[in-house]
C-alpha cells in the first residue's frame, strides 16, 4: 500500500524547525538525525507505557542506520510529570556521562514530551532534543511552541522554560494504540485550533466526525497537519506569550479551573472541551460573539462525543470553578480574562490584548446552566 | 566624603542591561526598581551568611521606598549549589503564591546568584532577576553572562540554563566583610580578564597590588569595571559559548581538574590561578605565547597573594590531574582543549575556535614542575 506524502511544517522560531506528519514517518528520523546531527549522542526518554508499546520499533529503526541509544523510562502518567522524575533523567544522563554535545529523543505523550524537552532546556544549560509524540494531544499541542516544564504541588506547570524541539515527527501510527478517551481529549485541542484561527478546520472536524472517530490515518494526519500550522502560526508570532499566544488559551481558563477543582479527575481535553463551551458562551453574552456560533461549537464537540456540560457528579459549583480559574496563573491581579472569539476562526482583540475581561455574572449564570442535573 | 560617581558597564544582549558599579551603589537599587518595574512582586533570595551581614540594610533600603519584599534565605556554602536547594526556593515561592509576573533578587555570592538566577530562568518557564552580587567573584564573574545553574554528584553546573539579569548592582561596600581568601579567589577572575582581553588591567593590577590586597574601594571598583566590561564584551559577542566565549576558559581546564581533584579544598580562584599557570606554561611551550610572559602573568597572580604551584598537601600527581580534566565536560570527544594567550591581552585562535588543543605531554612536565616538594 502507497502512503500518502507527510505532511511537513515549517516552524520559523531561532532555529526553525519542521514538524513531520503522516502514518510511518518516524521511519524518517534515522536519516534526520544522520543528516542533521543534532547531537553527538542520543538518549531516547519514554515512560513506561510507552517503552512496552512503541519503543522497541522506534529503536530497531535507529539501530537499522547505526544510531546507538541509550533508554531511560519514567513511570508513566500526569502524576509524575515532576521534578524528582526530572532528576532522575537527570540522575541517569550524568550516570552516563552524558555530554553536552548530546541530544535527546522524547518519545511519547504530553508528559514524555514536557519533561524531556525540560531536561533537555537545562542539561549542560541546553542541548537540543526532538519530539516524537504518540498522542493526538501531544501531537497538536506539546509539541509545537516549546513550552516544557513539570508541576508542583501547588501548581502545573509551575517550573518549566521554553525550548525549542529540533524537528517533531508526528507516526500517526501511534495513534492506533490509543483509548477512545486519549483521542477525544486530543480532538479537543483540533476543535480549539478551528476556533481560533481556521473556521475550514473545523467545519471538516465536523463533517468528518465519523471517519476521526475511526481513526482514519488520512484524516489524522489532514487534521493534525492542520491543527499544527495554526500553533505554528501562532507561536511564531508570541513566542513567549505575550500576546498573541494568548487565543492558544482559549477554553483554557475555565478548562484548567475545572481540571484543577475536580482533582484532574477530568482528562484535559475534556476540561478544554467543557471550558470552550462556557467561554464561547459568555464571548456571546457578553457580545463579543455573534450569538449563534457558540451553538455552532458545542455541536461539534458534542459530535465528537466531547463532554459539553460539567458532569454532575464532580459536585462542582460554578463559584468553586471560578475560584479556582482566580486561583491559577492566568488571573493577574485577581481579576479573570479569557480569549474569545468574535467569531468561529478570528479571536477579539481588546485594549491591552487577546486577554479579554470575563464578566464574572455572566460566567455564573452560564456555568449554572451547564451544570449536569 | 563624596563618592565617585558609579561605573555603569552596558550589556548589549536582549534584553540590554547595565551592571553597576561602586561604593553604595545598592542605595540605587530601589528607584531602579520603581522605574523599571520588572516585577510587581519581589522576592530575596539569600544565604545564612549574607542574610546576617547584608540583608537587612537592602530590605531597609527598599522598605524606605515603600518596595516590600518576601525573603528566602538558603543554606551557605557550594555544597549547597543543588537541586534541592532550588526546590526549596521554588517551594517558599509556590507558597508565597508567588505569580508569573514576580522577580526575583539574588543578594549573594556566586552560589546564590546561580541559584536564583536558575530558579528565576525556570520560574513560570522565566521571570525576570536582578544580580546584587556580594563578593568579588561574583562582581567580576558569576553577574555578568547568565550562567545560572546548579551542581550534580557527578559534575558541576551539569543542570542551569542561560538566563541574564535585568540589572547587576555591585555595591562595592559589600567587599569589606569577605575572608581574604575570598578576596583573593575574586582576585584571580581580575587577572583572568586582563590576560584576556585588556594588558592594562593586568599591569594596573601589578601597579596596585598593596592597595588592591587593602581593598581600597575606589581601587576595587575601577578593576571590577574593567574585568566587567572584559567579560560583558566577550559575552555580547557568544552568548551561548560556541566560540569566544571559550576565552573566559582559560586557566579553566586545568583550574577546574584541580579544584575537583582536590575534592574542592582548593577555592575557585585558587585552583584558577594555578590553572591560569600552568595553561600560560603550556602555551609558550607549545610556541603559543611569546617565552617570559608567562612568568609576568605568574607574578602578577603571586603579588596577589595567589597560589602559583600546586601545593603537596593535595597529594595530586600530574596523572590525576589530566584525568580529572578529562572526566570534565569541557574535553569533547577525549581530547584535552583550553583556550591559550598569544601575547597577555589578546587569546589565540586556531581553526576550530578559541579551544587550542592541549599537548598533554607538555601539560604533565609543566604540571610537575609546578608541584610543590
Redesign the interface.
Known sequence: MTQPEPHRIPVSLAPPYEVVIGPGVARELPAWLLAARPG?EYALITDTHVERLHAPAVRALLAAEGIEVRTIVVPAGEAHKT?ATK?LI??AL??G?F???GALLALGGGVVGDLAG?AA??????IPFVAIPTTLLAMVDASVGG???VD????K??????HQPRAVFADIGFLATLSDREMRSGLAEVAKCGVIRDAKLLARLDHDAARVIAREPSVLADLVADAVAVKAEVVQADE?ESDRRQILNFGHTIGHALESASGYALAHGEAVSIGMVAEARCAARQGVLAAPEDRVIEGVLARLGLPVRVPALLGLTPAAILEAARAD?KA??GRLRCAMPSAIGTMARGETGYGLPLDEAVAAAVLAEMLEA
Do not use: I, S
Open positions: 553527538h521534578r532528576e537527570e540522575d550524568a550516570a556521562r555530554g553536552r554535545d525540560f532546556a537545562t542539561w549542560h544549560r541546553g513550552k516544557t516544564g508542583l504541588p501547588a501548581g506547570n509551575l517550573v518549566g522554560a521554553f513567549r496563573k493577574r491581579a
